[in-house]
């Protein structure tokens, strides 16, 4: 059997780590994972990574090489850079005879039931639309299957990793953490999961997976309390959560990332799916293994807990974005 060549684009970040991990031991496919900065390329080879090759979205340039011989396309990409998707989608579609299959990480709700999406329809607020962030994840989507192409998409939930990365400076010198979540309970996801999917959706094929739409959550909905007991567990201290209002997160991070909480608050991604148990036979991993055992680049959840993180408090890091694409 002739090798199939994997472009894992984004694979420097938590879910391509995993995948250019899982996939390098694939006998069947050649993984060419690609970096942005260029001191990210040994950390890739380390991983298994056949391949290496500079890619950036808003960079046509680096297109043509990244996608020289590719068969099949992970697809993954930050929130402001929906743009440099949507336009790198139509250079797929130019070659959708080359490519047979891409597997885009999109979100929970991006398009409600994938029979219909009405951006103007909020799930629990009269007259509100859709959050913007979710709008962003449907035309992601959307760019790829109106170029004709295999597509499966994997709609998470909020990723556990995400989870607390804007407080891990209190956690770590204050012992306590805060947001508006509350009391409500979210089936938050392992990006682990997320990497295994993909593994399994690619190794399987596009005739078993093509125009497919998989949401992947955790075990069991969790509420900010019980995620505080399970993070002072993991770290051997007590760690508080303290809620904050809606207006304070919002002055924090910006009204798109604010409207997107409102989904988390008012009980959008309780649902836990069976939609990663049918794909792998096993249960997703909970937010306490999660951080206490290595996935498979080798870091466990605590450890990733404290490295980069595209939210910070007091910047709107969608603000360009969302005033741009609206």
């Known amino acids: 059997m002739t090798k199939q060549t994997l472009l894992v684009t984004s694979a420097t970040g938590r879910i391509g780590r995993e995948l250019v991990a899982r996939m390098s031991k694939n006998e069947n496919f050649n993984v060419r994972a690609c970096f942005f900065s260029a001191d990210k390329a040994d950390m890739l080879k380390e991983l298994g990574a056949h391949e290496v090759v500079k890619f950036d979205l808003s960079d046509e340039g680096t297109w043509a090489a990244a996608l020289d011989g590719v068969d099949v396309v992970y697809s993954a990409s930050l929130d402001p850079m929906l743009e440099g998707h949507l336009s790198f989608c139509k250079e797929l579609g130019k070659r959708k005879n080359q490519i047979k299959h891409v597997v885009r990480v999109s979100c929970m709700g991006a398009d409600t039931n994938t029979a219909s999406y009405d951006a103007d329809q909020h799930s629990s607020r009269p007259g509100?639309?859709?959050?913007?962030?979710?709008?962003?994840?449907?035309?992601?989507?959307?760019?790829?299957?109106?170029?004709?192409?295999?597509v499966t998409a994997l709609r998470n939930n909020f990723f556990m990793n995400h989870l607390l990365k804007t407080d891990s400076e209190s956690i770590d010198n204050k012992g306590w953490f805060s947001n508006p979540l509350g009391n409500t309970r979210n089936s938050f996801v392992a990006t682990r999961d997320i990497a295994e999917a993909a593994a399994v959706v690619f190794a399987d094929g596009p005739a078993r997976h093509a125009n497919k739409f998989y949401d992947l959550t955790g075990p069991a909905p969790q509420s900010m309390a019980e995620i505080a007991a399970d993070l002072g567990k993991a770290m051997d201290k007590e760690i508080e959560y303290r809620p904050q209002s809606m207006t304070d997160f919002e002055n924090d991070f910006g009204a798109t990332r604010a409207e997107f909480f409102e989904y988390l608050v008012n009980g959008f991604y309780c649902r836990s799916s069976p939609d990663f148990y049918?794909?792998?036979?096993?249960?997703?991993?909970?937010?306490?293994?999660?951080?206490?055992?290595k996935g498979a680049s080798g870091e466990t959840g605590l450890e990733e807990l404290w490295q980069g993180n595209l939210w910070k408090k007091g910047v709107d890091a969608m603000k360009e974005a969302a005033e741009k694409l609206k």
């Open 278 to 293: 049918n794909l792998t036979g096993h249960k997703p991993t909970s937010y306490y293994d999660y951080l206490t055992t």
């Open 128 to 150: 509100a639309a859709i959050p913007l962030m979710l709008q962003h994840y449907w035309w992601g989507e959307k760019a790829l299957i109106d170029e004709g192409l295999n």
